[in-house]
């Protein structure tokens, strides 16, 4: 069966494995399609890449503003195809006699008759074409349209055809006479003038796509092995043209067959898993506890991934598109939550990944590095939200000055500057304001705590740190010494200082369940442990570890906080009442554990130098004499007793810092105790 601890490392490698192996696939996945050829160019910039000449015949194919000057060219110039319906014409002419013959009008004679229909049929000869039809040939200045008639197609000229309104006033301006102009209104002639021109929309889009068909998609072509482009060169509108093609050849032949398109995806995986696999390799080896944590790992992996993704997305609307992924909230959160180097090797990590997608790698990596710096060196300890704000004008005012020397380095042209690109800086710079929001919310689900929560807990006025100033003074003051000489050990020993300072603000507030019990609290009252057995009172004292605990966890207090107070007594035990016990009762075997506290060693540098600062502190309280000598002889004699008790072996902490937090807190001490002169009396 195996052990706890072998079954965590196994949770643990599954852990990086699947984060490793799921990271590669969004990556890939949301990488841009580049005609899958892996070359990333841009007009009027130099070929980053090698001799590139062509490895097979390349059509130059037109752009796609050339194809639709083309097309509008043959649109303008289509002539539209109409059917000559003659059975809606004869129909027409034979209602129209039927109507004007059985006419009871006896002044009109059957020629005047006659002349009637023979100019309506003269009207459907020449044709009659629908009004809406006969609006758009003209609004479209179509001057010629073909017209089948018979299976035979004929030019005719547009003016030479009529609306039904058209036909009207024509065959009315025939027959001034009044009453022949009465006849025709009475016999309804307008009833009988349809169109007999119809619009064929079939042959006229058959005849269109015979036309469009015959534009030639290229004007020229790239013979194989004929040099294209060579690195440094400008791209030109025409080799922009032939790079182009070559995308457009390349997509075909590969989806022709998968090898192309496999060997594409290869090279990704084989890239991105490289890059990947360097931070695995930085984390294991120069940061063994983020490496083991495991909510550490996915932190960074998210964040390395989400904008990465975010930078692959918007590189495909544009140039300049890219730079609005405000990438340093990369380095914001790292350093906030771990430490400076880390978030330096992360930064580049995602820069480089994200470098892959735009069209100019070295301006993209140049200014996103300097930037990355510039963030960790304003960001060093984020502990107000002014910070964070003077940060976002830092960065975009190194973002401008790196863009502008850049230009002017490479180019020589300061007409080359895009002022688009100074509103995507700013906009990119502004979305920085919301690493405070990323922060919070990290902090919420990862259990991680930054310095901007310390800085919030370590401030006194707060209601538990009030409760217990009000009910319990002197462990108060005892808290906010042994923060002063913590924070000022853990300064001295690259630890956390505010992590420190907060821990030992909150490490006794177990106290006040029963602060009247604890000597700082007693102000000449008689002592309540007077009643009490030795073991009652050692009960009642070791158990404000765990009070501490759950009113923290009431309190909602961080992890992290909680395991100050969980560890500042370790697994010591409550000294006096122990030594006491055993004096009185020599020879017996005395249960220890009546007499031991309940919590952990500390198992941090700050945990650690919180409890020799609770001890050293309590302690340098019953001194008769302060002076150098007494102040090293208490605290040398202290520190080593905790140390020859095994109390910090779990600590990372060297020989070395531990005489360092010695002299620190001897000189912290001397300077809390120092003597003050006699204030001379005014003689009268």
Known sequence: MKSKNENNKVSQWLTRSVLFIVAIALLVNFFPRQGDRGYVFQEGRPWSYSLLTAPFDIPIYKD??????????????????????????????????????????????????????????????????????????????????????NNTLKNSNTEDFYSPKKAYEEIVAKFPDAYQQHLLQVCNLNNYLVANVLYDSITTNKVRDELLQ????????????????????????????????????????????????????????????????????????????????????????????????????????????????????????????????????????TTIICSFATTDPMLYVFLQMVAGMAVIDSLNNLSKRSQ?????????????????????????????????????????????????????????????????????????????????????????????????????????????????????????????SNPAFFTENQSGAESPHKNLDLIESASIIISHVDEGIKMAQKQGLPRQVQEFIATHHGHGKAKYFYNTYCNQHPGETVDESLFTYPGHNPQTKETGIMMMADAVEAASRSLKEYNRESISKLVNNIIDAQISEGLLKETPLSFRDVETIKETFIDKLMTIYHTRIAYPTLNK
């Open 64 to 149: 796609e503003a050339r194809l639709n000057y083309e097309r509008d060219s043959i649109m303008k110039g289509l002539r539209p195809v109409f059917t000559k319906d003659n059975a809606v014409a004869s129909q027409m002419i034979q209602e129209f006699s039927a109507q004007i013959n059985n006419m009871r009008e006896s002044a009109i004679s059957q020629q005047g008759k006659q002349a009637f229909i023979d100019a309506i049929k003269t009207i459907y000869d020449q044709g009659i074409i629908s009004s809406e039809q006969y609006k758009s040939l003209n609004d479209n200045k179509v001057s010629i349209i073909h017209v089948r008639e």
């Open 388 to 512: 964070l704000f003077r940060c976002t004008v830092i960065v975009f005012a190194i973002y401008a000055i790196t863009y502008v020397g850049y230009i002017l380095f490479t180019e020589g042209d300061i007409s080359k500057i895009s002022p688009r690109m100074f509103i995507n800086l700013g906009i990119n710079s502004v979305l920085l304001l919301f690493s405070y929001l990323l922060i919070y919310i990290f902090e919420r689900i990862f259990g991680f705590l930054s310095s901007v929560t310390l800085v919030e807990l370590s401030d006194i006025n707060s209601p538990l740190l009030q409760k217990l100033s009000e009910e319990a003074p002197g462990t108060f003051q005892h808290a906010l010494q042994v923060s002063n000489l913590a924070a000022a050990a853990a300064h001295h020993v690259r630890g956390n200082a505010q992590l420190v300072r907060t821990g030992a603000l909150y490490h006794d507030i177990g106290k006040l």
């Open 214 to 349: 015959k534009i030639a998609l290229s004007d020229g072509i790239v013979q194989a092995g004929e040099r294209i482009v060579d690195r440094g060169e400008i791209i030109t509108p025409e080799i922009y043209r032939i790079l182009s093609s070559y995308e457009i050849m390349i997509a075909k032949n590969a989806s022709k067959g998968n090898y192309h398109q496999h060997s594409t995806l290869a090279g990704q995986v084989l890239v991105f898993g490289c890059i990947l696999a360097f931070l695995y390799f930085f984390l294991a080896f120069f940061r063994p506890r983020m490496w083991n944590d495991n909510k550490a790992l996915i932190l960074i992996m998210l964040l390395t991934v989400l904008l990465s993704i975010a930078a692959f997305v918007t590189s495909t609307k544009g140039f300049h598109a890219i730079f609005l992924v405000p990438l340093t909230i990369v380095p914001i959160v790292i350093v906030t939550f771990f430490d400076s180097r880390t978030a330096m090797y992360v930064h580049l990590i």
